[in-house]
């Protein structure tokens, strides 16, 4: 067995975990991935892995390995298919992570037109809040929404991230608002969002005269998901405050609207973000490039969204 396909392995057991699932995928026996494994570390002189009786996890050593071999092996990729396919399109397999809400409303309507577009690339779509390593998960590419953390990797934007503060029409028929200031906001029941890792919930804001402040409201309903959070809202259980990419389709249906007026996040955005390396995939760059196209289309830019163009409820 050839350092190759040591490499190889290691790389699939670090994305799948597992010595058995390995095998499988390779149809051979897991005793003979571990013994790969297990020469590779002895060669290198370091643990890659640590191994329990249940699963295994690789180490901050393997980590970091990792980060080398896939850019190596993908580099390596790409040279073929260079070399083979000159005029061919780009093709393998592409492993995305998203965030739900973003992913479903602008990700999944996607896909149809890049798969026409690109036929040979084959999609492998997750979709997940929580944060991602991007090397350690074998992802491709992320797209991320908030404020950037990790620094190993490229992140390219895609748009601002504007926020819009709604409600249901019905709510505010019930409650008689027909304005509303931002020393109001705390006299109405509020449906808010709490991130599932740290349980904090996300403030409510306003930028006022270039100053982003915070309002102390009300927290009558606490939902750890955004389409929970929209859902809520549309029913007429209070108001809400919204990243644009999830108001968006529930404006257009206009089952919320806006009640006072959107902002742009001054340290907030979307991102695509995929691994440093000295070649990137065809693949990848197709598809970063499709996806800043088309949602460059629907107005959304670093510069700002169309949610900053909403006119709130006035008198």
Request: proline share 4%; glycine share 6%; charged share 25%.
């Amino acid at each position: 067995m050839d350092t190759f396909n040591h490499l190889q392995m290691f790389v699939l057991v670090a994305e799948q975990g597992s010595f058995a699932a390995v095998a499988k995928k390779l149809g051979a026996d897991p005793s003979t991935i571990s013994k790969a494994i297990l020469n590779l570390e002895q060669r290198l002189g370091l643990q890659l892995f640590q191994r329990t009786t249940r699963k295994i996890n690789i180490t901050a050593e393997g980590r970091e390995y990792l980060l080398h071999v896939k850019s190596m092996l993908d580099d390596l990729n790409a040279c073929e298919q260079r070399l083979k396919h000159h005029t061919s399109s780009p093709s393998g397999s592409l492993k995305i992570n998203a965030p739900v809400s973003y992913g479903r409303s602008y990700l999944l309507p996607l896909v149809p037109e890049f798969c026409k577009r690109y036929p040979d690339i084959k999609l492998d779509i997750h979709f997940d809040d929580a944060y991602v390593d991007i090397i350690e998960h074998g992802y491709d590419v992320l797209i991320r929404t908030g404020t950037l953390q990790e620094k190993r990797i490229v992140a390219r934007p895609l748009s601002s991230m504007d926020f819009v503060t709604c409600a249901a029409p019905d709510y505010l028929k019930s409650q008689g608002v027909k304005r509303l200031k931002s020393s109001m906001l705390a006299n109405y029941s509020w449906i808010r969002f709490r991130f599932k890792q740290s349980g904090k919930l996300m403030p409510i804001l306003s930028l006022e005269n270039g100053q982003l402040i915070q309002h102390d409201v009300n927290q009558d309903y606490l939902v750890d998901d955004g389409e929970a959070m929209a859902e809520l809202c549309a029913a007429g259980l209070g108001l809400s405050q919204f990243p644009h990419f999830i108001a968006r389709s529930y404006i257009e249906e206009k089952k919320i609207v806006p009640v006072y007026k959107s902002f742009k996040h001054p340290t907030m955005g979307v991102h695509v973000m995929y691994a440093k390396r000295e070649h990137l995939p065809e693949r990848v760059r197709v598809f970063v490039d499709f996806l800043k196209e088309k949602i460059e289309s629907l107005g959304e830019t670093t510069e700002g969204t169309w949610a900053l163009k909403l006119k709130p409820i006035s008198t």
